[in-house]
């Protein structure tokens, strides 16, 4: 008897190679590369010195807290997630006084941190937009500058992600008047993305009078809020004030939902600690679709993680901790700021050719530099230089003798004239 076998194929055998993007393949390129000096321009997480992972006094002190708490435990969350955490997140974007919230016409859910808030916000946009519902060309607006993983998170959930002017390279700010046209032309209750502070990449926000022009449009034309809150307080350093944008949108009526994380505020970068929260028309829709949240977390996520939220409900639920808070965010984007103003003046001491007015007229943790891709090529190749594809650059985790290799290499790149 013949015992052989003839083994088949195995399955993946043919599987592609997948395409990750820039940022991923960058990172992995500083990793290699031998050099003492070499500096990363690409992370978006805030160190206060080079290597340094940043805690702030606010999550010491919490974290001193649930530890001291004898019922402190491991339990499964319920499904939405934290209740402690959800109730003090919507008071802080949403504001406490905020009649939404007194009405309990706001239904949010946990979510595993901004990447998570955004892809369940589309997810119940596909499932639940009445204008999209039965078609097959669901679209989300958003600028053409963005974070990039906003077009692969509505690719993978059958969205079509299009473009809007938003930068003007020329004059490295907001593109105002085309933007505001390119939203007032779209078609009757389109969805657009909209980061409400520290812009990724460009560090370009409208200004008061441009907000209140941007949602008047909204207004008029039935247009559908997607608002990505990720780096509140970081902007202007008032997390309160950083907050205006969104209950600006709330306030006029706008229909929205708001994908927010707390990773960048709070420092809790590894914790994913975000939510997804929608504005119901009343209390009995606002229950009809908790029930719809519930399913979506049921199917992907199950329960969140908890110590995270644990540490941000602590902190908000604690005036003195949330007082500390402040203080912790105002250092963070006074920091930020600082590192701009020492790039900028180093390249105006050594007289590098160019206006870098622009570098501390935007705000947050990037900026574009608006650099060909030979020129990023060359930073990288000749000084060690590890800036994203699209010249984006991030403070956030880079000191001053960083900054001042940046500087010198900038003004090497413009000297040579590379192009």
Known sequence: MNNSFTASPHPFEGIIE???????????????DPHAEKTNLLRGSYQASVGTPFVPKCVMLAREKILRDPAWHHDYLPFLGASGLLKAGEELFFGRQCPLTKLQRVASMQTVGATGAIHMGGRFLQMHYPPWLGQNNSTIYMPKETWVNHRSLVKTLGIQPHDLPYYNASVKSLDWERYKSAVESLPRQSVILVQTGAHNPTGCDPTRDQWVQLIQIFVARGHFAFLDCAYLGLASGDAEADASVIRMFVTATVPLLLAATFGKSFGLYGERVGMLSVIAPNTEVRGKIQKQMVLMAR??????????????ETVLGDDLIKNQWSEDVNGVAASLQNRRQILRHSLERLRTPG?????????????????????VQYLREEHHLYLDQNSRISFAAIDERGIQRVAHGIHDMMQKHVA
């Not at 393949?25 to 500083?30: G, K, M």
């Not at 199917?299 to 941000?312: D, N, Q, R």
């Open 299 to 312: 199917s992907e996520t199950g329960s969140c993680p908890s110590f995270g939220a644990k540490v941000v």
């Open 355 to 375: 206006d870098w007015n622009f570098i501390t007229q935007q705000v947050g943790m990037f900026s574009h530099l608006d650099f060909t891709p030979s020129q």
């Open 18 to 32: 997948g395409q990750l993007e820039t940022g991923s393949t960058l990172q992995a390129l500083y990793l290699k």
